[in-house]
């Protein structure tokens, strides 16, 4: 049967389509691992992925291997939550819903305002967290509240990430329109990967008012170790832009010892502290406490690893680990070294919102210790490569190496090292697989595959056919961009016999003269080859080298003559040299000037050389010396002549060395010499009438002064006078030393040689010593000046009055303060021998008053001890009234004059009535408010709500009129309600806690519109009769029970203490 002929084709096809296709490694993200179902990684393959310690994964957790050689769906990722604790903020916060139950780390969805955070009912709430960096955002993990008493669900979620503090300007990461489950977590992902340091949630649409609420939120990043690659991992184990801090906060200690725990554990005290990190260490020391984890007190300090050395003027700080500081954050008035004995160490004040103060090293305090992560995790891997490992531990500073499979290219370097902070480093290499196919074909020629394949790598080559030569390289390989290289030719090369050349002959290396042949020339007899002596056939049928040619034979290259020159430039056989020197040498006479090239290429004569022309030492001078200029005696150089003491030179005082080796001129003479007598100034006297040259003037003082200088005044042979000449000095002995508590009189008016002086003591004291001394020749009064013994007046107390003028020995002064300042010290002091005073001076101590105790829900005005006759007042938070004195006085004995005051809640009582209306309120204290309704036929003239304002009185009460009251435009409305103070926050809070209300009285509404259809006729009825009872009965007064509504939720402010309202069950609550 003719079908039967297709049963071969049939089978083949079906074999190929049963043939396993291949997909190659998947590749993994970073911190993760996968396992297959087979080895073979082929069609049916399964890949299954898991992450390391910490991480959690996000995407499909297993892959498939497809028919058509790839894997299913994307890969995951793991990640770890970066939104712990950091700040958040919210659109609004029901009581007790904070925005920071958002991310505290609580997943419990069973404790509604405790746990969870909750909006208020508002067009588009947005919940934010502010993740003090900006990080990869792959998704959240969103907890419901499963106890909130909304009516309506959560749902029409929006995930927006980015870099603006404004949320909805944020990028869209993921939207999530059906109803949020509170009873199941919720997982969504990002479309693709946002970066961003905002990540918000928004609910509702701006159609409707909605509430959004969950009670925890779970922010995913893969940027981030987990605390367990931390050396040290606790409970209040942290990681901040991949560093690891642990907090120490149920121990404290000093300073040293803090530090040396962190170091035993391969770390440090917290250094390098960036704005971002110190937010991140505010707000988990703020949760902390909002957790009751950490007490909080007034006291708290934490140590952080900064320092300084004592003294430094001006302070320098300097990191633990000598790292310098560029940014600070103390807090106001710090740093101040309150302590004199060196606050040099610094911690973070929890008095002072976490911010910087110095301290002393010695003090206790908790600390927190700052680590690297000891592992780097699981590196990534792309598709289509591996990663081997020589240990598995993958510690800081290891690395890894990356393969790409056969046929395939590396992208990127093939080594990646462990980092410092846990990371890798560079980027992982990605393989892309290249087949080059069949290599550029080459017309007569061949190919040959070395690996017997075309992909990556592959080597193939080239072998031309017949006598034809291969031009270009013989082997290709495939690359990045296909076969490497430009193909090469087969053509027929034939560069024909070597050229001949005079005096030489060529010769065939390789026998041919075809491509890459090669031919060699060498000279004959005294020729010598001037060129390449090879030569080989190029592509283009020509010789590659010039052709070279023979030249005589030369003898060698003359060395240079030093000091002249060689004249001649040909060395050929049989030429001439001639050698001449500079000016100021000659040759010297062992070797000719002219030397011949002879026929064994050697110099007839060794080279000649310049002798330098010397003239010789010049001949001596009597009575005089010479000296040689530039160190010698050849030609142009010079000798300069000088004559003894007592002689003066005639002739040339400097002689040259000529080209006649003799020095020029003839040799000067010295003879001697003599000075007119000098010149004498006032008081001196001349003592020699020697004046030849050579000889010392010599100068003497009349009587009453003395020769100051040295004897050196000297004739010079020229006839003057040279060098310093003495002078006569006055003797004075100068002004008498003084006496403390004395004087001396003079016995002339000079104090010269002779000069005599006498002293006497002031009253109250004694002399003692020599009461008259006298100048003498050596300048100086003949003995020291008596001594005049006293105590002197008493050095001057601050504050303090001194009783006594007698300063004598064994006198005494008394010592009292004055008001206001309390004596420390002895009040009595002596005057004793040798003249000091019995004892150290006392101290006058202004005395202060201690703060008193601050009121409960006050403060004081004061914040140190006061000063006597200074006060201190005391003021209460708002919604309390000051009980006693607002002000207290400190008394001259440190005392205050009175017992402080105390703060009460104010209260304004009951709300006044409104006549022909109805009133109702919710406590009577600050804050509380009251609403007024009018009955049928009456119209409320004001505000419908007042307030108790923290005067202790109601706002102005709205009157019910029979005339309605004239409509004001907006804004004269809002002008006038601000006018008359109506707290804006609570009124919207109202509007707020009261819409939910206001929808279920309007459906009841709509309800009963029937009914009252049906009863209108009856109740028209009944209106006639009463009307003329009603009219009489409008004028007289209503009495009302007031009335809270039940439903009415009220929203004090947070230091408002609200009292039980009580209801009249016969109200209208649809009154309010």
């Given at each position: 049967?003719p079908?039967?002929?297709f049963?071969?084709?049939?089978?083949?096809?079906?074999?190929?389509?049963?043939r396993?296709?291949?997909?190659?490694?998947?590749?993994?993200?970073?911190?993760?691992?996968?396992?297959?179902?087979?080895?073979?990684?082929?069609?049916?393959?399964?890949?299954?992925?898991?992450?390391?310690d910490?991480?959690?994964?996000?995407?499909?957790?297993?892959?498939?291997?497809?028919?058509?050689?790839?894997?299913?769906?994307?890969?995951?990722?793991?990640?770890?939550?970066?939104?712990?604790?950091k700040?958040?903020?919210s659109?609004?916060?029901?009581?007790?819903g904070?925005?920071?139950h958002g991310?505290?780390?609580?997943?419990?969805n069973?404790?509604r305002?405790q746990?969870?955070?909750?909006?208020?009912?508002?067009?588009?709430?947005?919940w934010?967290?502010?993740?003090?960096?900006?990080?990869?955002?792959y998704?959240?993990l969103?907890?419901?509240?499963?106890d909130?008493?909304?009516?309506?669900?959560?749902?029409?979620?929006?995930?927006?990430v980015?870099?603006?503090?404004?949320?909805?300007?944020?990028?869209?990461?993921?939207?999530l329109p059906?109803?949020?489950?509170?009873n199941?977590p919720?997982?969504i992902?990002c479309?693709v990967?946002v970066?961003?340091?905002?990540?918000s949630?928004h609910?509702?649409?701006?159609?409707?008012?909605?509430?959004?609420?969950?009670?925890?939120?779970?922010?995913?990043?893969?940027?981030e170790?987990?605390?367990?690659?931390?050396?040290v991992?606790?409970?209040?184990t942290?990681?901040?832009?991949?560093q690891?801090?642990?907090?120490?906060?149920?121990?404290?200690?000093?300073?040293?010892r803090a530090?040396k725990?962190?170091?035993?554990?391969?770390?440090?005290?917290?250094?390098?502290?960036t704005?971002?990190?110190?937010?991140?260490?505010?707000?988990?020391?703020?949760?902390?406490e909002?957790?009751?984890?950490l007490?909080?007190?007034?006291?708290?300090?934490?140590?952080?690893?900064?320092?300084?050395s004592?003294?430094?003027q001006?302070w320098?700080w300097?990191?633990?680990?000598?790292g310098?500081?560029?940014?600070?954050f103390?807090?106001?008035?710090?740093?101040n070294e309150?302590?004199?004995?060196?606050?040099?160490c610094?911690?973070?004040?929890?008095?002072?919102?976490?911010?910087?103060?110095?301290l002393?090293?010695?003090?206790?305090a908790?600390?927190i210790?700052q680590?690297?992560?000891?592992?780097?995790?699981?590196?990534?891997?792309?598709?289509n490569?591996?990663?081997?490992?020589?240990?598995?531990?993958l510690?800081?500073?290891?690395?890894?190496?990356?393969?790409?499979e056969l046929?395939?290219?590396?992208?990127g370097s093939?080594?990646?090292?462990?980092l410092r902070?846990?990371?890798w480093?560079?980027?992982?290499p990605?393989?892309?697989?290249?087949?080059?196919g069949?290599?550029?074909?080459?017309?007569?020629?061949?190919?040959?595959?070395?690996?017997q394949?075309?992909?990556?790598g592959?080597?193939?080559?080239?072998?031309?056919?017949?006598?034809?030569?291969?031009?270009?390289?013989?082997?290709?390989?495939?690359?990045?961009?296909?076969?490497s290289?430009?193909p090469?030719?087969?053509?027929?090369?034939?560069?024909?016999?070597?050229?001949?050349?005079?005096?030489?002959a060529?010769?065939?290396?390789?026998?041919?003269?075809?491509?890459?042949?090669r031919?060699?020339y060498?000279?004959?007899?005294?020729?010598?080859?001037i060129?390449?002596?090879?030569?080989?056939?190029?592509?283009?049928s020509?010789?590659?080298?010039?052709?070279?040619?023979?030249?005589?034979?030369?003898?060698?290259?003359?060395?240079?003559?030093?000091?002249?020159?060689?004249?001649?430039?040909?060395?050929?056989?049989?030429?001439e040299?001639?050698?001449?020197?500079?000016?100021?040498f000659y040759l010297?006479?062992?070797?000719?000037?002219?030397r011949?090239?002879q026929?064994?290429?050697?110099?007839?004569?060794?080279?000649?050389?310049?002798?330098?022309?010397?003239?010789?030492?010049?001949?001596?001078?009597p009575n005089g010396?010479?000296?040689?200029?530039?160190?010698?005696?050849?030609?142009?150089?010079?000798?300069l002549?000088?004559?003894?003491?007592?002689?003066?030179?005639?002739?040339?005082?400097q002689?040259?060395?000529?080209?006649?080796a003799?020095?020029?001129?003839?040799?000067?003479?010295?003879?001697?010499?003599?000075?007119?007598?000098?010149?004498?100034?006032e008081n001196?006297?001349?003592t020699?009438?020697n004046?030849?040259?050579?000889?010392?003037?010599?100068?003497?003082?009349?009587?009453?002064?003395?020769?100051q200088?040295?004897?050196?005044?000297?004739?010079?042979?020229?006839?003057?006078?040279?060098g310093?000449?003495?002078?006569?000095?006055?003797l004075?002995?100068?002004?008498?030393?003084?006496?403390k508590d004395?004087?001396?009189?003079?016995?002339?008016?000079?104090s010269?040689?002779?000069?005599?002086?006498?002293?006497?003591?002031?009253?109250?004291?004694?002399?003692?010593?020599?009461?008259v001394?006298?100048?003498?020749?050596?300048?100086i009064?003949?003995?020291?000046?008596?001594t005049?013994?006293?105590?002197g007046e008493?050095?001057?107390?601050?504050?303090?009055?001194v009783?006594?003028?007698?300063?004598?020995?064994?006198?005494?002064?008394?010592?009292?303060?004055?008001?206001?300042?309390?004596?420390?010290?002895?009040?009595?002091?002596?005057?004793?021998?040798?003249g000091?005073?019995?004892?150290?001076?006392?101290?006058?101590q202004?005395i202060f008053?201690?703060?008193?105790?601050?009121?409960?829900?006050?403060?004081?005005?004061?914040?140190?001890?006061?000063?006597i006759g200074?006060s201190?007042?005391?003021?209460?938070?708002?919604?309390?009234?000051?009980?006693g004195r607002?002000?207290?006085?400190c008394?001259?004995d440190?005392?205050?004059?009175?017992?402080?005051?105390?703060?009460?809640?104010?209260?304004?009582g009951?709300p006044?009535?409104?006549?022909?209306?109805?009133?109702?309120?919710?406590?009577?204290v600050?804050?509380?408010?009251?609403k007024y309704?009018?009955?049928?036929?009456?119209?409320?003239?004001?505000?419908?709500?007042?307030?108790?304002?923290?005067?202790g009185?109601?706002?102005?009460?709205?009157?019910?009129?029979?005339?309605?009251?004239e409509?004001?435009?907006?804004?004269?409305l809002?002008?006038?309600?601000?006018?008359n103070?109506?707290p804006?926050?609570a009124?919207?809070?109202?509007?707020?806690?009261?819409?939910?209300?206001?929808?279920?009285?309007?459906?009841?509404?709509?309800?009963i519109?029937?009914?009252?259809?049906?009863l209108?006729?009856?109740?028209?009825?009944?209106?006639?009769?009463?009307?003329?009872?009603?009219?009489h009965?409008?004028d007289?007064?209503?009495?009302?029970?007031?009335y809270?509504?039940?439903?009415?939720?009220f929203?004090?402010?947070a230091?408002?203490?609200?009292?039980?309202?009580?209801?009249?069950?016969a109200?209208?609550?649809?009154?309010?």
């Amino acid at each position: 049967m003719p079908w039967i002929i297709f049963i071969p084709v049939l089978i083949s096809i079906f074999i190929d389509n049963c043939r396993a296709s291949y997909c190659g490694f998947p590749g993994t993200p970073a911190n993760s691992r996968v396992e297959f179902s087979t080895e073979s990684l082929t069609t049916g393959t399964f890949a299954v992925y898991s992450c390391d310690d910490g991480y959690r994964l996000l995407g499909a957790r297993s892959r498939y291997c497809l028919d058509e050689g790839r894997w299913s769906g994307s890969q995951p990722v793991c990640v770890v939550n970066v939104a712990l604790n950091k700040p958040v903020n919210s659109s609004s916060a029901q009581p007790g819903g904070l925005a920071e139950h958002g991310n505290d780390g609580n997943v419990d969805n069973r404790h509604r305002k405790q746990f969870c955070m909750e909006t208020e009912r508002e067009a588009l709430p947005w919940w934010r967290v502010d993740l003090l960096a900006s990080y990869e955002v792959y998704g959240v993990l969103i907890h419901g509240n499963a106890d909130s008493d909304t009516t309506e669900q959560v749902s029409n979620l929006q995930i927006r990430v980015g870099n603006s503090t404004n949320p909805a300007e944020n990028k869209l990461c993921a939207w999530l329109p059906d109803v949020l489950d509170p009873n199941s977590p919720k997982e969504i992902l990002c479309a693709v990967p946002v970066r961003g340091r905002y990540v918000s949630i928004h609910a509702g649409s701006p159609e409707s008012a909605s509430i959004l609420t969950f009670c925890e939120a779970q922010v995913f990043s893969s940027q981030e170790p987990p605390t367990s690659r931390c050396p040290v991992h606790s409970a209040q184990t942290y990681v901040f832009q991949r560093q690891c801090y642990d907090l120490h906060i149920e121990a404290k200690t000093g300073v040293t010892r803090a530090t040396k725990n962190c170091q035993d554990n391969g770390g440090n005290l917290v250094t390098r502290v960036t704005p971002f990190l110190q937010q991140f260490m505010t707000e988990t020391f703020r949760r902390l406490e909002m957790s009751k984890v950490l007490p909080r007190t007034s006291a708290t300090a934490v140590w952080i690893g900064m320092t300084r050395s004592p003294g430094n003027q001006p302070w320098t700080w300097r990191w633990s680990n000598n790292g310098t500081v560029n940014d600070t954050f103390w807090a106001d008035g710090q740093p101040n070294e309150f302590d004199a004995r060196g606050q040099v160490c610094v911690a973070l004040a929890s008095e002072l919102d976490y911010k910087w103060k110095d301290l002393l090293c010695s003090e206790d305090a908790n600390w927190i210790c700052q680590y690297d992560p000891v592992t780097c995790g699981s590196p990534d891997v792309r598709s289509n490569s591996s990663v081997s490992a020589k240990s598995t531990a993958l510690k800081v500073g290891d690395f890894v190496d990356y393969h790409c499979e056969l046929g395939s290219q590396m992208l990127g370097s093939s080594n990646r090292t462990c980092l410092r902070d846990g990371s890798w480093a560079p980027e992982a290499p990605g393989c892309r697989y290249v087949d080059c196919g069949e290599p550029p074909k080459v017309r007569d020629s061949v190919q040959f595959f070395l690996q017997q394949r075309t992909t990556f790598g592959a080597e193939a080559e080239y072998a031309c056919v017949g006598n034809l030569s291969l031009i270009g390289n013989s082997r290709t390989q495939c690359g990045g961009t296909g076969w490497s290289g430009v193909p090469p030719e087969c053509r027929y090369v034939n560069c024909g016999f070597l050229p001949p050349i005079s005096y030489g002959a060529a010769l065939l290396i390789d026998s041919g003269t075809f491509y890459k042949a090669r031919g060699r020339y060498e000279c004959v007899g005294n020729y010598t080859l001037i060129g390449s002596a090879m030569l080989t056939c190029a592509e283009d049928s020509l010789w590659n080298n010039t052709i070279p040619y023979c030249r005589l034979k030369e003898c060698p290259l003359p060395a240079a003559l030093l000091n002249g020159n060689i004249l001649g430039g040909n060395y050929s056989l049989g030429q001439e040299l001639t050698y001449v020197c500079n000016e100021g040498f000659y040759l010297t006479k062992d070797f000719p000037s002219v030397r011949l090239c002879q026929m064994d290429q050697h110099w007839s004569t060794d080279p000649p050389s310049c002798i330098p022309i010397d003239c010789g030492m010049p001949e001596g001078l009597p009575n005089g010396t010479f000296s040689l200029l530039n160190e010698g005696t050849t030609y142009n150089k010079s000798v300069l002549y000088g004559c003894e003491s007592n002689f003066a030179l005639v002739g040339d005082q400097q002689r040259f060395c000529t080209l006649s080796a003799t020095w020029s001129g003839s040799t000067p003479k010295c003879v001697v010499a003599y000075c007119s007598a000098p010149e004498l100034q006032e008081n001196e006297l001349l003592t020699t009438k020697n004046f030849s040259v050579g000889s010392t003037a010599l100068i003497g003082c009349q009587t009453g002064y003395r020769v100051q200088g040295y004897q050196n005044y000297t004739c010079h042979p020229d006839g003057y006078w040279i060098g310093s000449r003495p002078f006569c000095h006055f003797l004075d002995c100068g002004k008498p030393p003084a006496v403390k508590d004395g004087t001396y009189r003079a016995g002339g008016p000079q104090s010269g040689l002779g000069s005599i002086v006498t002293y006497s003591c002031d009253t109250n004291t004694t002399l003692f010593g020599d009461p008259v001394i006298y100048c003498t020749e050596q300048e100086i009064w003949s003995g020291y000046p008596p001594t005049c013994v006293g105590c002197g007046e008493p050095e001057l107390i601050n504050k303090a009055l001194v009783k006594g003028n007698d300063y004598s020995i064994n006198s005494t002064v008394d010592y009292t303060c004055e008001p206001g300042y309390r004596l420390e010290g002895p009040s009595r002091r002596t005057c004793l021998l040798p003249g000091n005073w019995s004892s150290p001076s006392p101290v006058c101590q202004e005395i202060f008053c201690p703060l008193p105790a601050a009121p409960v829900n006050g403060s004081l005005t004061a914040r140190k001890p006061v000063k006597i006759g200074s006060s201190v007042g005391f003021l209460c938070n708002a919604g309390n009234a000051l009980q006693g004195r607002p002000s207290l006085i400190c008394k001259i004995d440190g005392s205050w004059d009175g017992a402080p005051p105390s703060c009460r809640f104010v209260y304004c009582g009951k709300p006044p009535e409104a006549r022909y209306g109805r009133t109702g309120y919710n406590g009577t204290v600050y804050g509380s408010f009251a609403k007024y309704t009018c009955k049928d036929s009456y119209f409320l003239h004001g505000r419908a709500e007042i307030f108790c304002t923290e005067t202790g009185k109601w706002e102005a009460a709205p009157e019910c009129k029979t005339t309605p009251p004239e409509e004001k435009p907006p804004a004269l409305l809002q002008d006038d309600e601000a006018a008359n103070g109506i707290p804006r926050r609570a009124a919207e809070n109202l509007t707020a806690s009261n819409s939910g209300s206001s929808q279920l009285g309007m459906g009841i509404g709509i309800a009963i519109a029937c009914l009252l259809v049906v009863l209108c006729f009856a109740g028209s009825v009944i209106w006639i009769r009463l009307r003329g009872r009603k009219a009489h009965s409008a004028d007289l007064p209503v009495t009302r029970t007031t009335y809270v509504d039940p439903n009415f939720t009220f929203k004090p402010k947070a230091h408002v203490q609200v009292t039980k309202a009580y209801v009249n069950d016969a109200f209208d609550s649809t009154a309010l």
